[in-house]
């Protein structure tokens, strides 16, 4: 039998209705740190994010059975993580995308800049990435988001469309928009 780790994700459920158990593990395994990531965007916090991923997972697991597999998992899949991260939003006052901060303190745009090499670049690629963080906080929220579930998820304009249920082209529109008006809000700034 084919190594199941390399099986896709839609053959994978197959196999887990059918009732192999460890198929599920490997999906969950597949997707689990994406998940967590995606998670993290909505709540800024690891520890939630990894709660999300969880509740999700479960979701997933109680639903599997009646997935369609003519349908994208991954879609589905990412549908029910920001569903189940908007439900925990609900519960609780949001942060800005653009001001979260990971484990190590580093705020998004943090991790679009190279390490420094001496004190005046540490210093000046902190004032950029306070810049960026401050021009991402201008952008309304749906632009923000687009802009950060792709460049930090790294998903494709056609998965960020279906997961939030808006035109592709409008997502790739956005996409350039919110491009466009980082590069001149990023200009007035640093000038």
Known sequence: ???IKN???????EIYTDGNESAFGVLAERYLSSVCGFARGYVGDNDKAEDIAQETFVKVWKNIKTFDTKRNFRSWLFTIAKNTALDYLRHRESV????????????TVDRFIPAARGLDDVLDERLLA???AEALEDLPDKHRKIFSLRTELDLTFKDISILLKTPLNTVKSSYRRTLSALRADLGKRLV
């Open 7 to 13: 099986i896709s994700d839609e053959k994978l459920i």
């Open 130 to 132: 306070l810049s960026v």
């Open 96 to 107: 800005p995308l653009s001001l979260l901060e990971d484990e190590n303190g580093e705020t």
């Open 1 to 3: 039998m084919e190594d």
